[in-house]
């Protein structure tokens, strides 16, 4: 149990698309996070850390005013509500890839509208009114920003000329007939804390200790471990082949012999390419194992 209530850190979950995202990160992180049905405050295995379901678009607004020490959501939603958070670090996951989602401003494949000056006068539909705000503003135009409730794509042409909306991969504009104009904003999640609770010591090494191991466990991710034992006089050989993160670690068998054990990291995309050029070159006991954290 922590020292005194003090030692408490409060800890927002952004509830809804990255939610299951978020958990899976901090289960391979070390922390094993369990929602409840219809309850707002998933259990953790962590008893100096208390959680709170919160949308992504809240998140920074409750963090800021201190009911979050901590929180995850995306950057494109610190500059809609212009929450002042410190960012600790960018995650770059989504709800479906590892790339960074986009707020792009869409219309209709007939629509006469090709830029952002197009627009004067115009109806727009979106759920980011302040980032589409600031888009008009920086360009000089003036239009009507209509906030969108959801099912923001449906909305052109009867309900809106053009729309700003979220996309990770286009499949859903293109489907609903929609063509891209101009790309607003690209966002990756961020953990971000409270200002005065990042000063305090004790949150601060709680933070930046999840921030470490999130890290550690999105970097893992695409890599893996490989484990061999080579011949000294084709050592220089198998050294040549590993596209290793750093030097490779070399160490002696337990016989003394003329053999050691050669583990390296390397990126999981290569090991169908590498282990092959590695029998060949005389590596036997090739082992590829996974990696939960790789801590750099």
Same mark, same amino acid.
């Given at each position: 149990?922590?020292?005194?209530?003090?030692?408490?850190?409060?800890?927002?979950?952004?509830?809804?698309?990255?939610?299951?995202?978020?958990?899976?990160?901090?289960?391979?992180?070390?922390?094993?996070?369990?929602?409840?049905?219809?309850?707002?405050?998933?259990?953790?295995?962590?008893?100096?850390?208390?959680?709170?379901?919160?949308?992504?678009?809240?998140?920074?607004?409750?963090? +800021?005013?201190?009911?979050?020490?901590? *929180?995850?959501?995306?950057?494109?939603?610190?500059?809609?509500?212009?929450?002042?958070?410190?960012? =600790?670090? /960018?995650?770059?996951?989504?709800?479906?890839?590892?790339?960074?989602?986009?707020?792009?401003?869409?219309?209709?494949?007939?629509?006469?509208?090709?830029?952002?000056?197009?627009?004067? *006068?115009?109806?727009?539909?979106?759920?980011? =009114?302040?980032?589409?705000?600031?888009?008009?503003?920086?360009?000089?135009?003036?239009?009507?920003?209509?906030?969108?409730?959801?099912?923001?794509?449906?909305?052109?042409?009867?309900?809106?000329?053009?729309?700003? +909306?979220?996309?990770?991969?286009?499949?859903?504009?293109?489907?609903?007939?929609?063509?891209?104009?101009?790309?607003?904003?690209?966002?990756?999640?961020?953990?971000?804390?409270?200002?005065?609770?990042?000063?305090?010591?004790?949150?601060?090494?709680?933070?930046?200790?999840?921030?470490?191991?999130?890290?550690?466990?999105?970097?893992? /991710?695409?890599?893996?471990?490989?484990?061999?034992?080579?011949?000294?006089?084709?050592?220089?050989?198998?050294?040549?082949?590993?596209?290793?993160?750093?030097?490779?670690?070399?160490?002696?068998?337990?016989?003394?012999?003329?053999?050691?054990?050669?583990?390296?990291?390397?990126? +999981?995309?290569?090991?169908?390419?590498?282990?092959?050029?590695?029998?060949?070159?005389?590596?036997? *006991?090739?082992?590829e194992y996974p990696l939960n954290k790789v801590i750099e």
């Amino acid at each position: 149990m922590p020292d005194n209530l003090h030692d408490i850190l409060q800890l927002g979950i952004p509830a809804g698309s990255l939610q299951e995202a978020t958990a899976e990160l901090f289960r391979r992180a070390g922390y094993r996070i369990t929602f409840r049905p219809r309850n707002y405050f998933p259990a953790i295995d962590d008893d100096q850390i208390e959680c709170m379901l919160i949308r992504a678009q809240e998140m920074a607004r409750y963090v +800021e005013n201190g009911v979050l020490d901590v *929180g995850l959501t995306g950057h494109d939603w610190i500059i809609e509500t212009k929450a002042d958070v410190h960012e =600790v670090t /960018e995650l770059i996951f989504s709800k479906t890839s590892r790339r960074p989602v986009r707020w792009v401003l869409c219309v209709p494949n007939d629509s006469p509208i090709q830029t952002a000056q197009d627009l004067a *006068g115009k109806r727009i539909a979106t759920e980011a =009114v302040g980032l589409t705000r600031q888009y008009l503003e920086k360009h000089g135009v003036e239009a009507k920003v209509e906030f969108s409730w959801g099912a923001t794509e449906v909305k052109p042409p009867k309900l809106a000329d053009a729309i700003v +909306e979220v996309t990770e991969t286009g499949g859903s504009l293109r489907a609903n007939n929609l063509r891209i104009v101009d790309e607003l904003l690209q966002s990756t999640p961020r953990l971000i804390a409270n200002r005065q609770a990042y000063q305090d010591p004790w949150k601060k090494q709680k933070i930046d200790d999840i921030a470490l191991m999130l890290r550690g466990a999105m970097a893992a /991710e695409s890599k893996a471990g490989l484990m061999m034992n080579v011949h000294r006089e084709i050592l220089p050989k198998i050294l040549a082949i590993l596209p290793a993160m750093q030097k490779p670690t070399v160490s002696s068998l337990a016989d003394g012999g003329d053999w050691v054990d050669v583990i390296t990291v390397i990126d +999981e995309s290569v090991i169908r390419h590498i282990i092959p050029k590695l029998k060949a070159a005389g590596a036997r *006991g090739i082992v590829e194992y996974p990696l939960n954290k790789v801590i750099e």
